[in-house]
T-cell receptor, first 115, second 113 residues
Framework: AQSVTQLDSQVPVFEEAPVELRCNYS??????LFWYVQYPNQGLQLLLK??????LVKGINGFEAEFNKSQTSFHLRKPSVHISDTAEYFC?????????????FGGGTRLMVKP | EPEVTQTPSHQVTQMGQEVILRCVPI?????FYWYRQILGQKVEFLVS????????KSEIFDDQFSVERPDGSNFTLKIRSTKLEDSAMYFC???????????FGQGTRLTVV
């Protein structure tokens, strides 16, 4: 079975500083990779996804992530964060050829941007 | 912008009671899902639904759970006899097709007392 580990439950960072949120996964078969963001009192919103092709994926709000197959990682980065980026971030995987869109989520990382 | 709508936002129910959580997916979407998140734990997949039948379900989705699309617009999750451990945030989601973006609703917080 596949699993997703987000090593940091909370990441405090100052505004305009860079940030990296780490995500590692394990799976015996190929996976698709996703990052979702959850703002307070809202649902999950897709930030970006990796299905195939270039391992560097750009998403909304200036975020990007890099798929590293050898390290089974899909870390999320932003060069300069804003207060409005304060939210919970979830990494998720889905097995390739799984028709049910069954996402397996990590435990989430709370990004706290301080002024 | 189209969105997935869930009602109610918060429901409190007594143990053993039946509860129905409601969702209105985005209108042109064909795939529907329920996920849940117990407080402090991961978001977990429950079930996916396509063409009026379940396409995938997790071990959590036992006989106490059922899903239905009763009228072509609503997508419901029923829990027949709630247990304390069913207390969680339940998220509905929909997508046009697999591997495209799944749009999530804001969630229904279910509290079983």
């Amino acid at each position: 079975a596949q699993s997703v580990t987000q090593l940091d439950s909370q990441v405090p960072v100052f505004e305009e500083a860079p940030v990296e949120l780490r995500c590692n996964y394990s799976s015996s078969v190929s996976v698709y990779l996703f990052w979702y963001v959850q703002y307070p009192n809202q649902g999950l919103q897709l930030l970006l996804k990796y299905l195939s092709g270039s391992t560097l994926v750009k998403g909304i709000n200036g975020f990007e992530a890099e798929f590293n197959k050898s390290q089974t990682s899909f870390h999320l980065r932003k060069p300069s964060v804003h207060i409005s980026d304060t939210a919970e971030y979830f990494c998720a995987v889905e097995l390739v050829n799984n028709a049910g869109n069954m996402l397996t989520f990590g435990g989430g990382t709370r990004l706290m941007v301080k002024p | 912008e189209p969105e997935v709508t869930q009602t109610p936002s918060h429901q409190v129910t007594q143990m053993g009671q039946e509860v129905i959580l409601r969702c209105v997916p985005i209108s042109n979407h064909l795939y529907f899902y329920w996920y849940r998140q117990i407080l402090g734990q991961k978001v977990e997949f429950l079930v996916s639904f396509y063409n009026n039948e379940i396409s995938e379900k997790s071990e959590i989705f036992d006989d106490q759970f059922s899903v239905e699309r009763p009228d072509g617009s609503n997508f419901t999750l029923k829990i027949r006899s709630t247990k304390l451990e069913d207390s969680a945030m339940y998220f509905c989601a929909s997508s046009e097709r697999p591997y495209t973006e799944a749009f999530f609703g804001q969630g229904t917080r279910l509290t079983v007392v």
